[in-house]
């Protein structure tokens, strides 16, 4: 009851092995009916049985029918992938020197016209060989010879029929393992060529690379370098491991920079000021070539901050958080998880792109760099300014105490009565004494801080910067001055305090010659020094009240600082005594209280060693850095083959 399948060479009933199967059914359904008469009129008795097996005729036909409906719709499916690999692999003359049988091929019809009929060359109405016939026909047409895997025609096998489908699918498999092979060595080409493009490039970062229009070019050129290498966009990288290594081996093995006009490695010229041989010329270079590093590091730094789209560092920063800290509620989870991106402003788009700069959503790779850019910052910034606090650090222990040739011993009261001009005079003469031997020992801390200034400046570091230096170092002077003044005795005298507020008056004229745009804040950081040099020269000390030296003479100083330069203070000058007892004691007291509040009895000033400022604030102080223009020296024009520096 099963019919076998069509053939697949059409995709309807109008092939003749399919009106022959067609004809067959129809004969055998006309046969089964009489048979089903003529049974059912051999009496009432054998009826009932009949009746039940006419049914059950009648239900298998229906199954068979249905099978052939899906063996139809499947040789369609079938019909549909050979026209396809017919297409594919273009086998006309395979097609031309098919066996001569009668079957003729149709080309693709438009859709809506009337299929045409193959015509089987097999006048049988024989199934099997009905089928047999358009099996080779398949074959012939598709190229390979086709044959029926299973008798219901479920599957098909294609073996290989005429050498040409071989020839052609070998020849297309050869095709494209040569294109596979030429893209993989254009890759291998161009990975080469750019890993020299990146050695070149950091070869002439340890060059003389200067600036042009207060820009770093170093810090121009590489971020050119990164933009054209698509770096920033890179899942995978060594290049920002590698520029690190060779801007951290450019700070930490090098020797002091030689004077200007010696050997190349010099990458700026030292100062005039700085210039000097020996040691102090080992320093200034040194601090030169900080300076330069600081100054290309935190331009970059820049660079990197305005180009990158701060939606993917929002996001890495906020992976980070959960990662330390889980959020315990639930609004602290809904809030974390619709925290939208931080975008930019297209003012601050617009300016990006009128720079010369490349918006990117940078990958993880980037992201790193950007943090290691930041730790390089913030090392060579601690690296200045531990460097001059240690080369002043031995010239502030000789400014708090005046030498001993340049003091006034206290004269007679009787000699200040009998003869005052004399006084006058002697005062006058300690003076004099007093301030140029300030002068002479202060010289050297304001020779160091002029030198670090002009070198700064020389090498364009950022004012930001530069301001954040000088106000931790004249927090560094302000620490050591005071603390030296309450721990030793010698130095809590009226003589003394006349001889330390001559050299703060030094320095005061050095921060009024920096200006506020390099100096900042460095006259407020010497607070704490200040009001206790103007404690110690004040003169009718036991007339004043605590009221009158917390709120106008010290109101920086604790009462325990307070308390301690009271009773250390003596005057070795005129002889006059401290503040009066009864203010001795209302400050002891309150020091007492305030000691069991803070719960320390120290009265000292701790040195902050920390870094004073963020990569934010960096990236929002700094002037922006146009990339437009930028002209390269001259050894970097004769590379040709870095032609994406130039634009």
Not at 69 to 91: C, F, N, P, R
Request: charged letters at 20%.
């Amino acid at each position: 009851l099963q019919p076998p399948p069509c053939c697949c060479c059409c995709s309807d009933d109008n092939c003749i092995c399919s009106r022959r199967q067609s004809a067959a059914a129809a004969a055998g359904a006309s046969a089964g009916a009489g048979a089903v008469v003529v049974v059912a009129g051999t009496g009432e008795a054998g009826r009932t049985a009949e009746g039940l097996e006419n049914e059950k005729l009648k239900a298998a036909l229906d199954v068979s029918d249905s099978r052939v409906a899906a063996m139809e719709e499947m040789i369609v499916h079938k019909d549909e992938k050979l026209q396809e690999l017919e297409s594919e692999t273009g086998k006309d003359e395979g097609r031309a020197a098919a066996p001569g049988g009668p079957v003729q091929e149709h080309g693709p019809r438009e859709p809506g016209a009337p299929a045409p009929v193959a015509v089987c060359g097999h006048g049988s109405a024989d199934h099997a060989a009905a089928r047999s016939c358009c099996w080779a026909a398949v074959g012939a047409v598709g190229g390979s010879a086709v044959t029926p895997s299973t008798p219901s025609g479920a599957g098909y096998e294609m073996t290989p029929g005429t050498p040409g489908s071989a020839a052609a699918a070998a020849a297309a498999a050869a095709a494209r393992g040569a294109t596979q092979e030429a893209e993989v060595k254009r890759q291998q080409i161009l990975a080469e060529r750019q890993q020299a493009d990146q050695d070149t490039v950091l070869q002439l970062l340890l060059t003389d690379l200067a600036f042009d229009n207060n820009r770093p070019v170093a810090a121009c050129m590489l971020y050119r370098a990164l933009v054209h290498w698509r770096s920033f966009d890179a899942e995978q990288t060594n290049v920002f491991d590698k520029i690190i290594q060779t801007m951290s081996s450019a700070i930490e093995n090098h020797d002091p920079a030689p004077a200007a006009g010696g050997a190349a490695g010099a990458v700026v010229p030292l100062p005039a000021a700085a210039g000097s041989g020996g040691a102090a010329g080992g320093a200034a270079g040194n601090a030169a070539r900080l300076a330069y590093w600081l100054s290309t590091a935190s331009s970059l730094l820049h660079l990197l901050h305005r180009s990158f789209r701060p939606g993917a560092a929002s996001a890495l920063q906020m992976h980070a958080q959960r990662r330390r800290q889980q959020p315990v509620s639930l609004f602290s989870r809904m809030s974390q998880t619709f925290r939208g991106p931080v975008t930019l402003s297209p003012d601050e788009t617009s300016a990006a792109e009128a720079d010369g700069l490349h918006l990117v959503d940078p990958k993880f790779p980037a992201l790193l760099f950007k943090q290691q850019l930041t730790a390089y910052v913030e090392k060579v910034y601690s690296c200045i300014r531990d460097n001059l606090k240690k080369d002043i650090s031995q010239m502030l222990v000789a400014c708090i105490q005046a030498s001993r040739s340049f003091r006034t011993p206290m004269a007679p009261r009787q000699q200040h009565r009998s003869s005052p001009d004399g006084a006058r005079a002697a005062a006058a003469q300690s003076q004099a004494a007093s301030v140029a031997a300030a002068v002479a020992q202060w010289g050297g801390i304001i020779a160091r801080l002029t030198d670090l200034l002009n070198t700064l400046k020389a090498n364009h570091v950022p004012a930001f910067l530069v301001r954040s230096l000088f106000s931790q170092i004249f927090a560094y002077i302000n620490v050591q001055l005071f603390n030296s003044l309450l721990l030793r005795r010698e130095c809590c005298s009226f003589s003394n305090g006349e001889y330390v507020k001559e050299g703060l008056a030094e320095l005061e004229r050095w921060i009024f010659e920096a200006t506020d745009e390099y100096a900042g804040s460095a006259w407020e950081e010497l607070r704490f020094i200040r009001q206790a040099v103007g404690f110690l020269v004040i003169h009718q000390k036991p007339k004043k009240s605590l009221e009158d030296i917390t709120n106008d003479l010290c109101p920086a100083l604790s009462m325990q600082q307070l308390y301690r330069i009271s009773t250390m203070y003596r005057d070795d000058k005129y002889g006059t005594h401290s503040v009066a007892p009864a203010v001795v004691n209302a400050m002891r007291l309150k020091s007492t209280e305030e000691s069991a509040q803070n719960g320390t009895n120290s009265f000292l000033l701790d040195d902050d060693s920390s870094v004073p400022f963020a990569v934010d604030d960096i990236c929002k102080e700094l002037p922006s850095i146009s990339l437009t223009h930028l002209s390269l020296p001259p050894h970097v024009r004769d590379s040709g083959h870095l032609h994406f520096l130039f634009s």
